[in-house]
DNA sequence: TAATTGTTATACCTAGAATATAACAACCAT
DNA sequence: ATGGTTGTTATATTCTAGGTATAACAATTA
């Protein structure tokens, strides 16, 4: 798995391994039942803390993407809960529409985007 | 101009006011050309403090939603550049497509979602 | 002249992000 | 059984961002 993080970013350093991880999952980088580095392993290879690895997991566990097994460490296990998932992505979604109808994006750009962007990521 | 503020959201105030009024232009409620209130008087409408208002004002400049003139105060004006828009409209899309697929939706359920949308935003 | 415009500056407080140690129970390989 | 690893929790510290509070500025407007 390959994880960049850049440290000059605006975005927190546990976001960006949290979008990496989506990205991984999406991919098949990483399959569901494998397993993830340990939070010690991930934190050494990429120069963070320990406790900022562990944010990140915590928060995907939350959102139903990992299970915590004490012999396995942390497993990948999406919990598919489609009503729930469409309502966030459409809340998530709202404000970027919004910005793209600003700019003069149209209907058919911005589903070209997501066409591209599905098969990059699947 | 209808602006509602969740205070016990985890979103920045000055973050949920910038989306707010994404959706004011995008659904024409601010037309191009017309003037937004002055951050003392928005402020106030909704108590907070000018400065967060002024910082929500100063990031849509930065972003070509507004022009600042001395004596109409903060005038919609936005700056047409597709191909900046396209290249930042992916770079917010593509955590939130590699979320949808983990979760298992499938590239027409989020496209549904996207013309829901642009028909709810415009 | 008085009031309002966006803007800038300064100061303060709070919460979140990130780091640094340290410890815990549960598990596993040797 | 010992030693090492797992996620987790706790505590403390530093730094930054968000938000508030005053105050002042030049430019504009009534």
Redesign the pocket.
Known sequence: MYIEIDFNS?E????QLRNQIFMAIATSQIKEGES?P????LADTI??????V??A??TL?QDGFLK?D??R??VVAVDIDKLTSMEKMKAYLRPLIARGICKGLTQEEIKELVDDLYDELS
């Open positions: 605006d927190a350093i546990y976001v993830l340990s939070v010690r392993a120069g963070v803390n320990m406790h900022t562990n944010k997991y915590s566990r915590v004490r012999r460490g942390a």
